[in-house]
T-cell receptor
């Protein structure tokens, strides 16, 4: 039973470019949350998708957007990349109305912005 | 963004020693969670706490939900080399519904265990 899978695992972009990160949730999960983890810091909540809609959003600018597909997979898009966007981007999946104890994290996508 | 205050930032201990780390917040949380993150991996849940005052164990790990709901601690007894990693506390503010995915994390405690 596959857990949360994310792609790509690593990528390098330059300032001003756009990036798309992908996430497939754990089998049986229908909710996807995205977190940004800067080096040496804890993860910070970006947003959460359920039933193909953004349900909650953290303190991130509109350059960060997302999408959830009918098969529950999700994408995170970041436009006009800044150096400060360099981080590990974590996807976590869960069952919609369950507690946080069933959040399953993927291994992340490491983004480097030059 | 808001983060929990986690201490210590790092710990260097000998194998067999006990470890204690804690987390404090200016906000009340309904749920406290403790995660471990190994290099190249995402956080893995160790212990979840749901009630103020609750004390929960998972093998050599013990965690408590502070009575004020603004703090939590994690103890690891008789540490072993595989305990090495980064430990994060996390709190959940809103109860109910799909808001359960929104966690606020501490800055992490880096644990090094010398054999």
């Amino acid at each position: 039973d596959a857990g949360v899978t994310q792609s790509p695992t690593h990528l390098i972009k330059t300032r001003g470019q756009q990036v798309t990160l992908r996430c497939s949730p754990k089998s049986g999960h229908d909710t996807v949350s995205w977190y940004q983890q800067a080096l040496g810091q804890g993860p910070q909540f970006i947003f959460q998708y359920y039933e193909e809609e953004e349900r909650q959003r953290g303190n991130f600018p509109d350059r960060f957007s997302g999408h959830q597909f009918p098969n529950y997979s999700s994408e995170l898009n970041v436009n006009a990349l800044l150096l400060g966007d360099s981080a590990l981007y974590l996807c976590a999946s869960s069952v919609g109305t369950s507690g946080a104890n069933v959040l399953t994290f993927g291994a992340g996508s490491r983004l480097t912005v030059l | 963004g808001q983060q929990l205050n986690q201490s210590p930032q790092s710990m260097f201990i000998q194998e067999g020693e006990d470890v204690s780390m804690n987390c404090t917040s200016s906000s009340i949380f309904n749920t406290w969670l403790w995660y471990k993150q190994d290099p190249g991996e995402g956080p893995v849940l160790l212990i979840a706490l749901y009630k103020a005052g609750e004390l929960t164990s998972n093998g050599r790990l013990t965690a408590q939900f502070g009575i004020t709901r603004k703090d939590s601690f994690l103890n690891i007894s008789a540490s072993i080399p595989s305990d090495v990693g980064i430990y994060f506390c996390a709190g959940q503010l809103e109860p109910g519904g799909t808001s359960y995915g929104k966690l606020t994390f501490g800055q992490g405690t880096i644990l090094t265990v010398h054999p």
